[in-house]
Structures are given as C-alpha cells and as structure tokens.
C-alpha cells in the first residue's frame, strides 16, 4: 500500500454533527432550572441554534474568519478619508447568524418567553465558534438598557439594534433595516481609570449636541453605527452618543488610527479612534457619564461570564470527545482513571460556570425584583472575576487532554487558548471586579443580604457549604485591609455561591464532586486532582457530546 494513501487509526474524528445545546446536559439543567414552566419552549427555540453551532460549516467559518483578519483601509483610491474595515465573508457569515438567531438585542424587545434566559443559553452554544464576532453582539446587548437614560435616544435606536437583519456598511442609520452599537470608554493615559479621561465634548448651539476631541484606546467592531462614548463635558465627565454616519448621510469627523494587533480574539476588529470635532447627542445628565454607561457596563459584564462558559464548555465538549475515542497503552482514554479524574475536573468547573451566568441571565428577567437588583450588583462582579480569570487554566488543561493534537490549529483548540485570558481583561480586569465586590459590600447592605439569601437556600445541606459562608461573615467582619484581601473574598463568595446553585439544580454527583474539592479542600489545585469517592467516570461521560 502506498504510505501516502495509508488511512488514520487510532484519531479522534472531528467534533462536528452534533446539537450543542442538547448535547450539553449542563446547559440543559440550567434552562430547565431558571425557565420553570418556560423551559420546554425556551429548549425547542433552541433547536436551530444548537444544530448550526456544532455543524462543520459553523466551525469552518469561525476558523475562516480568525484567519482572515480584518483590515484596516483609512483611505479610499483617491486618498479620500473613510476609516473602514473590511472582513472576511466568514465574519459577515457568523454575524448574520448570530444577529438572525437575536444574540444582540433582541431579548429587550421581544414577546417571547424569558428572551434574556433564552440568548444566554444561544450565547453559550454559539460563540465558541468564533467568540470575536460575541463582541458587538455584546456590545449591541448592552447599549439598550444605557440608552434608556434618554426616552427620546432609546425611541430612536432601540427596535433597529434590536432588527435580525444584518445590514453591514457606513450609512445613515435611519436608512438601514438593522444597526450595530459599540463603545468608547477608556484612554491611554487611564485605562479602566475612565475618570482621567481628557476627551473633550464642547457644547454647540443645539440643546445636547456636542463635539468631541480627543481620543479613545480601545474601541472595538469600529464599522458599528453609533458608540457609546465617555468624554468630558464643561459638567464633568458626561455620556454621548456618537454615530459614524450623520443624519445627513455624511461621515462623523472621526479616525481609525489602527487596528490592534492582539494575542486573539483575531477575527474581531479592535481599533485607535481620533475624535476631531466629532459630533455626538449627551445621553444622561452632564457629570453622570458613569452612571449612564454603567448599565451598558452590567450587560457586557455578563457576556464576558457567558462567553468565557462558552470557552469551557467547547473545551470539556473537545477533551471529553477526544478521550471517548482515542486508546492508549491498551484502552480508551475515557477508561482510564487518571483521565476520568481530568475531564471529570474539567467538566464541573464549567458546569459551574454556566449555571452561574444562566441564573445572572434569568435575573434580568425580573430586573425590577429588589432581590434580582441587589445579586445582580453583586454576583456580576463577583462571577466576572471568578469564572473569567479561571477560564485559561480549564481551556489549557481541555488542550493538554488532545496531546500534540491540541497544539496544532487545526484542532481549534489553540484559537480557544488565544481567546481565553481576554474576557478577565474586558469590562474591568480581575482587580477592578474584585473591588467592584467590596464597593458593593461597602456601600450597599442589600447585596451581602442578597448573596445571604442565595447561600441560605442550602442551609444545612453540607457542613463545607455552612462553613464558607461562615468563612466570608468573618472575612467581612475587619474591613481594614479588605483591598489586600479582595481577591480572596471575591473567589470565596463566588466558588459558594456556584456550590448553592450545583446543589440546588445540577446532578448530585456533579455538586457533591464540586463541593468536595473547591469548598472542602480535598483538590491539590490542579485539573485531575478530584478525591477519592467522586463519580468521575459518570461526570465525564455525562459531559461528552453526542452526534445527530
């Protein structure tokens, strides 16, 4: 036989043909978990995303557009300024699916039963295929409940940023069946620290009208059609709403300086703006820019949870089905021991992560709920930094479990590894959300009694679970030194209140798996470290994907 046409043995097949939603037990629980009596109707609008998430044409498109990254034209052919950005069709591909399938804003105006409950799950299942293309789907999510701080701008914008119609290109909004929202907060000089930022919006004739000079740092998916932008007004650091395209058809003053060259997250434009004498709307009173975009903030806070679960579970879904087919030294890998304790590891960990962004997803359901407000602002940050910064530990163990295999491209696990640090940098990095939690603890009694309440549901369950919360009361009992110890309290808080909800709503033996290692200390620390007496095998088997 010729060695050229010698066929494969003993490889895993590519993990395409299977239902991404029905195929994750874990997703599965926390829709049924959350929707209650919605659940059926929320599973079955989820067939058509979970179908085309795990095909090989959504796999190959999200490895065709991190590729072919975006390029940057500032000038057309005649030296004419545009400042645009042109994509691969695999992009604009991703981008039509997600935005058909109401991944952006969607749920704000929808009739139909838990809409945010229902994206989150899409979410999930989606954007691991390509979780560049999650950012202004993201940020157009978010920008609906920040505009709403003006009647007459959320009249104006909400139903086109929540169209399913994608209607790429610079061009008068008004005239476009569907747009795109971003947003422009931090600059060189402060990062997160927005309130050093030296933009400057200077009021014109026109009641709210503005124009800004100055610049932003990282603005992302720069062909959107309106950004969301902090600068400062004559009352203090102000929000206004800024559109590439004027109402007269005519390009806003404002340049694409470049792009970012990134670690990843490669399909996805991430720009340098120069604003000189760019017009914008103020959206909110002068001196609250903060407050008004904070709500925009909350929602992207949120995504980054769910995408990084997106992450971990198409890492569990790689490790759990490469091991299902594999053998080596003279069984499957799925038999052996040592790997059940790894992909079981792994497979709570992100069942975990999931469960949390799904009951912060249901929350916004009841966004007027005195509970839901107060765990809201203080689960948010508390699951930002915990599950976001434990995301590229979980995606390279998920690597290591495809040998040499995983390192190479075309497994798509280095494109998950590349994406996983990003989602703890976003929205605030690990130690701006660990003292967003204590800012909440500090200032607003409601949250603690909220997370009390959450961590009460499974009062005398388990003596570890008592224990934690018992942990946390005297952690917060001396406030003195509580920024040195944000960190500790933030994973403290979060790890418990991911055990309240595994035992509430998980299998048994996943809970008891979880409880056992992260609360009670029996883990050395590492994946594949889980004590004696779990149901490892069943976890793992439990979390692997099935085709058809």
Request: charged residues 20%.
């Amino acid at each position: 036989m010729d060695p050229l046409q010698r066929a494969s043995t003993n490889q895993a097949a590519p993990l395409v043909g299977y239902d991404a939603v029905s195929s994750d037990a874990a997703l599965v629980a926390a829709v049924r978990a959350f929707a209650g009596d919605d659940a059926p109707a929320v599973l079955s609008s989820l067939e058509p995303v979970g179908r085309l998430a795990g095909s090989a044409e959504a796999r190959e498109h999200g490895m065709l557009a991190n590729q072919n990254e975006p390029v940057h034209h500032p000038v057309d052919r005649y030296g004419n300024r545009v400042d645009e950005i042109a994509f691969h069709p695999s992009w604009h591909w991703m981008m039509r699916q997600g935005i058909g399938f109401g991944l952006h804003a969607t749920p704000w105006v929808s009739d139909q039963p838990q809409p945010h409950l229902r994206r989150a799950a899409a979410y999930v299942a989606w954007t691991h295929n390509d979780p560049g293309h999650g950012c202004p789907l993201t940020m157009t999510y978010a920008a609906v409940p920040a505009l709403r701080a003006d009647d007459a701008q959320a009249k104006q914008w909400t139903a086109l940023l929540a169209s399913t119609s994608y209607d790429f290109g610079l061009r008068n909004p008004a005239e476009k069946t569907g747009i795109l929202a971003g947003m422009g907060m931090t600059e060189k000089q402060g990062g997160s620290d927005v309130r050093t930022n030296v933009t400057t919006a200077t009021p014109t004739a026109v009641d709210g009208e503005y124009v800004l000079h100055g610049h932003k740092w990282f603005t992302s998916a720069p062909m959107n059609d309106l950004f969301l932008v902090l600068a400062q007004a004559p009352g203090g650091l102000t929000c206004f709403v800024v559109p590439r395209v004027l109402p007269d058809g005519t390009r806003n003053p404002l340049q694409v300086v470049r792009l970012k060259d990134k670690l990843g997250n490669r399909s996805n434009a991430s720009s340098e703006l120069e604003f000189a004498g760019t017009w914008g709307v103020r959206l909110g009173d002068e001196g609250r820019g903060v407050r008004t975009i904070i709500e925009m903030v909350a929602s992207t806070r949120l995504d980054c949870v769910l995408g990084s679960s997106a992450l971990m579970r198409r890492s569990v879904a790689e490790a759990t089905w490469h091991a299902a087919q594999r053998s080596a030294f003279g069984a499957p890998l799925s038999q052996q021991p040592a790997m059940q304790n790894v992909l079981a590891d792994l497979a709570i960990e992100s069942e975990a992560a999931t469960l949390l962004g799904l009951r912060l997803a249901a929350s916004v359901e009841r966004s007027d709920d005195e509970h839901e407000k107060a765990l809201r602002r203080i689960a948010l940050p508390l699951a930002k930094f915990w599950v976001c910064k434990r995301t590229p530990f979980h995606v390279a163990e998920a690597l290591e479990v495809l040998g040499g295999n995983g390192y190479v491209e075309e497994s798509g696990m280095p494109l998950l590894f590349r994406e996983s640090p990003l989602n703890s940098i976003w929205e605030g990095s690990g130690n701006v959300n660990a003292l967003d939690v204590l800012r909440a603890l500090q200032r607003e009694p409601q949250a603690l009694e909220a997370w009390l309440t959450e961590m009460g549901a499974v009062r005398g369950y388990d003596p570890r679970v008592d224990g934690i919360v018992d942990d946390v009361l005297v952690e917060l009992a001396d406030l003195d030194d509580a920024e040195f110890r944000a960190r500790r309290i933030a994973g403290q808080m979060a790890v418990a209140l991911q055990a309240s909800l595994l035992i509430r709503h998980s299998d048994p033996g996943v809970s008891d798996a979880f409880v056992a290692s992260r609360i009670g200390g029996d883990w050395a620390g590492a994946f594949g470290t889980l004590p004696r007496g779990v149901e490892a095998a069943r976890i793992a088997e439990r979390a692997t994907p099935i085709l058809g």
